[in-house]
């Protein structure tokens, strides 16, 4: 089947303009401007009271500002994230308030460098983009399953990739059979059942011009109700789908080898937060080096990319 659109390169990976500097540069000489794991505070203490401007983390290849965003987070000794809670199996929530999945074990493996606690924000795909940038801020960064794109690129800050992602579908066992490309989905009879306010409506809405488009607000409950009859497809994501076929026999992602795009999700950030940018993306590059993100996706389920 032929790619409908290519999100972004898969080797490019992300629309990040902070430099990460490599082992080699960038790095002051001087050992009392290193931060030893966990003492990110101390090293910030210290450092504004010898009145210098910055510390380096070495096992990051990276020097932080003492004063931004990242000397807020640690100072307030908590990362705030926004997520969603609706995305099985990058970001969910479930009912007695504790989260779980791919993306949170990234959040909390970026608050571990940090030597920071970790809390989660609920927030919403329609009010996504609204939420980032607003004033005061409710969160440090948004995760959970968040496509890199131009539009969020133009006015916030998104850090590299760290998970391949692309458009599928969910359908009944019964049915897989049914559909074979993008025009067997594009019909009338087709209920196809997306959630508000993100890329899968908008997907829907640019390619499915002749199927029967049902909104449901609450993500999660879209596979069930896909499953019993109450619709025929969900858009969704080869993140999300591989989840729900392995947990419900009733459901099945035919196209799932082929996908319709292409693109890989990562962590979003209000503009001015070049710091935080910049240590993120150094910890999602020690990840992908270290192999730990590798694991995280095995243990997850999920295709790794890198």
């Not at 779980?100 to 795909?125: M, P, Q």
Request: hydrophobic fraction near 45%; include cysteine; proline fraction near 5%.
């Amino acid at each position: 089947m032929a790619v409908v659109a290519v999100v972004v390169a898969m080797a490019l990976a992300s629309c990040s303009t902070a430099k990460v500097n490599s082992p080699s540069e960038g790095i002051a000489s001087d050992s009392t401007r290193l931060v030893a794991d966990g003492k990110l505070a101390d090293a910030f203490e210290r450092a504004r009271a010898d009145g210098r401007q910055s510390v380096a983390i070495p096992a990051l290849s990276v020097e932080i500002p003492t004063e931004g965003s990242v000397a807020a987070i640690v100072a307030r000794d908590t990362l705030l994230v926004g997520t969603t809670g609706d995305y099985r199996p990058l970001s969910f929530c479930e009912s007695d308030g504790s989260y779980w999945g791919f993306d949170i074990d990234v959040a909390r493996e970026i608050a571990a460098e940090l030597g920071v606690h970790t809390k989660f924000v609920a927030t919403s795909w329609p009010t996504l983009s609204v939420d980032v940038v607003a004033a005061p801020p409710a969160f440090d960064l948004a995760m959970g399953g968040i496509t890199i794109t131009d539009a969020r690129c133009a006015t916030m800050l998104m850090s590299e990739g760290y998970l391949a992602n692309g458009k599928t579908i969910l359908c009944r066992a019964a049915e897989a059979d049914r559909y074979r490309a993008l025009p067997d989905i594009d019909k009338p009879e087709v209920r196809v059942m997306v959630n508000p306010g993100g890329l899968n409506e908008k997907f829907a809405r640019e390619h499915l011009s002749h199927a029967t488009i049902i909104v449901h607000t609450q993500n999660e409950e879209i596979p069930s109700l896909v499953a019993e009859g109450e619709a025929d497809v969900m858009i969704t994501e080869i993140t999300e789908a591989p989840y729900y076929v392995a947990t419900d026999t009733r459901l099945a992602a035919p196209l799932i080898d082929e996908p319709f795009t292409r693109g890989q999700i990562g962590a979003l950030m209000r503009p001015g937060q070049d710091d935080l940018l910049q240590l993120v993306n150094a910890v999602i590059g020690r990840m992908k080096a270290d192999g730990s993100l590798r694991l995280l996706h095995e243990r997850y389920h999920l295709r790794y990319a890198y």
